[in-house]
């Protein structure tokens, strides 16, 4: 046992020594408890015991949360563009139409008189309003020569349709239209011979008979006037 000299003060009179913890323990207590901490802030609830965590493992816990997180995510936007295309689907079909209701057919598409007569003519009193065969642009609607007051309605599918010889217009140029929608009134503008709708179609700027072109898309022109016709024979 060491002897103390008598020039050193005596540190350890009237109480008991308490023995100090080595150095390489306290710093093990150290990093336990920081490494705690952190387990708290990640939730510990799922994740391993803290002895068994290094900071390696701690790491590769965070990447795998933030890659779950982004393939969450991914899964996500992918559902909703899923969604939005089912809704494109689900949407209404096109819709193709008469442009008028109860007219006499007259004038149909080809040579007349020795010229090309370039659409087909419906005949209803002056006055009787028009519609739209399907949804579109109106490129044009005015005065428009020999077609007299006219409206030209370019489809998405770049066919368009002219209506001629109206007494008075519904809808203005750059105006969107649906089929259905009321575009004017009949009439024996231009150079018209009477009274009736003439209903022209282009197809890539050429005029083509409208009468197979709508009953490709389930729209029968000569169809209305036979039933007309057969009333007319039953009275």
Same mark, same amino acid.
């Given at each position: 046992?060491?002897?103390?000299?008598?020039?050193?003060?005596?540190?350890?009179?009237?109480?008991?020594?308490?023995? /100090? #913890?080595?150095?390489?323990?306290?710093?093990?207590? $150290? =990093?336990? @408890?920081?490494?705690?901490? *952190?387990?708290?802030?990640?939730?510990?609830?799922?994740?391993?015991?803290?002895?068994?965590?290094?900071?390696?493992?701690?790491?590769?816990?965070?990447?795998?949360?933030?890659?779950?997180?982004?393939?969450?995510?991914?899964?996500?936007?992918?559902?909703?563009?899923?969604?939005?295309?089912?809704?494109?689907?689900?949407?209404?079909?096109?819709?193709?139409?008469?442009?008028?209701?109860?007219?006499?057919?007259?004038?149909?598409?080809?040579?007349?008189?020795?010229?090309?007569?370039?659409?087909?003519?419906?005949?209803?009193?002056?006055? /009787? #309003?028009?519609?739209?065969?399907?949804?579109?642009? $109106? =490129?044009? @609607?005015?005065?428009?020569? *020999?077609?007299?007051?006219?409206?030209?309605?370019?489809?998405?599918?770049?066919?368009?349709?002219?209506?001629?010889?109206?007494?008075?217009?519904?809808?203005?140029?750059?105006?969107?239209?649906?089929?259905?929608?009321?575009?004017?009134?009949?009439?024996?503008?231009?150079?018209?011979?009477?009274?009736?709708?003439?209903?022209?179609?282009?197809?890539?700027?050429?005029?083509?008979?409208?009468?197979?072109?709508?009953?490709?898309?389930?729209?029968?022109?000569?169809?209305?006037?036979?039933?007309?016709?057969?009333?007319?024979?039953?009275?």
């Amino acid at each position: 046992m060491r002897q103390r000299l008598s020039s050193e003060p005596d540190r350890y009179r009237g109480r008991r020594r308490v023995p /100090t #913890p080595p150095r390489s323990r306290y710093a093990a207590v $150290v =990093t336990t @408890a920081f490494v705690g901490a *952190g387990l708290v802030a990640l939730g510990a609830s799922a994740l391993p015991d803290a002895k068994d965590v290094s900071p390696s493992v701690l790491d590769e816990l965070k990447q795998a949360s933030v890659t779950s997180q982004d393939a969450a995510a991914r899964g996500d936007n992918a559902d909703r563009a899923s969604r939005a295309d089912r809704g494109r689907d689900a949407a209404e079909p096109e819709v193709w139409m008469l442009p008028l209701q109860g007219y006499d057919f007259n004038s149909p598409y080809g040579v007349r008189w020795g010229k090309l007569h370039t659409g087909v003519d419906l005949v209803v009193p002056e006055g /009787t #309003p028009y519609v739209a065969i399907h949804d579109g642009l $109106v =490129t044009k @609607a005015g005065w428009s020569g *020999g077609y007299g007051y006219a409206v030209i309605v370019q489809h998405a599918d770049g066919s368009e349709a002219i209506y001629g010889h109206s007494s008075a217009l519904s809808v203005k140029e750059g105006q969107q239209i649906k089929a259905g929608d009321q575009l004017g009134l009949v009439g024996q503008t231009g150079h018209a011979y009477g009274t009736h709708l003439h209903l022209e179609i282009h197809v890539k700027g050429q005029p083509i008979d409208p009468v197979p072109f709508l009953q490709e898309r389930g729209v029968d022109i000569k169809l209305q006037v036979e039933a007309i016709y057969s009333e007319v024979a039953a009275s």
